[in-house]
């Protein structure tokens, strides 16, 4: 069956099916609660592949963290040991809907489509600095993260960006 961006909710996978389910249902890392469990959608190996080839394709990493002129404006953040709600802050005033669906890009292999609020709330489940470079993206890709394995996350976009004023200690209540 052709994977495209029509059809790619067609490859859905069971999360059991999914290699890194480890990181959403193991104690030692992190035990997402079953109702954010089910928001997350695992895509089979070949929508994996999809994506990961339309990366490379369009060549939106060709310059780290991105190919030059393909964003107007990039922002970057560092990942340290104790900036999580930083972090966090920081994606929230990316200013992206929350119930937006994004596509997350692992390797050919691994990929997986999510809420954007389920994304900032688990961040550090989806990115392990050192072992990952996750992509981050929607199809319109005028926005794009790069969680790149040295500890520094990248977001590029083709709108006129300002960071959301954000009602921060409501959101991180949630």
Do not use: C
């Not at 104690?27 to 079953?34: I, T």
């Not at 070949?46 to 991105?66: E, N, Q, V």
């Amino acid at each position: 069956m052709k994977v495209d961006f029509d059809t790619i909710h067609e490859h859905i996978i069971p999360l059991d099916n999914f290699q890194l389910k480890w990181r959403f249902t193991e104690e030692e890392y992190n035990k997402l609660p079953d109702q954010h469990l089910e928001l997350l959608r695992p895509l089979s190996k070949a929508a994996a592949k999809f994506l990961s080839d339309y990366i490379d394709m369009i060549d939106l990493h060709g310059d780290i963290p991105f190919k030059k002129g393909f964003f107007r404006t990039a922002h970057s953040i560092e990942v340290l040991t104790d900036n999580e709600k930083e972090i966090k802050k920081w994606l929230y005033q990316r200013g992206l809907p929350f119930d937006q669906l994004v596509f997350l890009t692992w390797s050919q292999e691994d990929a997986m489509i999510v809420p954007w609020e389920i994304f900032i709330k688990y961040f550090d489940s989806f990115y392990y600095p050192i072992a990952d470079d996750l992509t981050v993206f929607d199809q319109s890709l005028t926005w794009a993260l790069l969680f790149f394995h040295e500890h520094e996350i990248h977001f590029g976009t083709n709108e006129h960006f300002t960071p959301s004023p954000t009602n921060w200690r409501e959101f991180s209540a949630a």
